[in-house]
Nanobody, 125 residues
Framework: QLQLVESGGDLVQPGGSLRLSCAAS????????IAWFRQAPGKEREGVSC???????HYADSVKGRFTISRDNAENTVTLQMNSLKPEDTAVYYC???????????????????WGQGTQVTVSS
């Protein structure tokens, strides 16, 4: 059974940092593009960042310079390091995987087949 297990969500003050992790079982992450999406109450789901099977990365404008996505193929995990957090970063964060063509990644949810359960990130003072 394919499974993605997310962890690392927490309550943090503005300006703080969190590291989210996504661990895969039942398949090998190195063959896939991996993306992080988030959804806040009353808002549409939005793409945050992605890393391709060739390790190319892409970020939403709202998180550029603050978030970093990375993959560890040996551990079969993907992480999202989040720094300088803002209240508008508050959301449920989901990791997702898909087998994209051309070794790319894009922030479009329809391209991703498997999804984690989500982890809550709350940025508040």
């Amino acid at each position: 059974q394919l499974q993605l297990v997310e962890s690392g969500g927490d309550l943090v003050q503005p300006g703080g940092s969190l590291r989210l992790s996504c661990a895969a079982s039942g398949f090998t992450l190195e063959d896939y593009a991996i993306a992080w999406f988030r959804q806040a109450p009353g808002k549409e789901r939005e793409g945050v960042s992605c890393v391709s099977s060739r390790a190319y990365t892409h970020y939403a404008d709202s998180v550029k310079g603050r978030f970093t996505i990375s993959r560890d193929n040996a551990e079969n995990t993907v992480t999202l390091q989040m720094n300088s957090l803002k209240p508008e970063d508050t959301a449920v964060y989901y990791c997702a995987v898909g087998r994209l063509l051309f070794g790319i990644c894009i922030l479009h949810s329809g391209e991703y087949t498997y999804w984690g359960q989500g982890t809550q990130v709350t940025v508040s003072s």
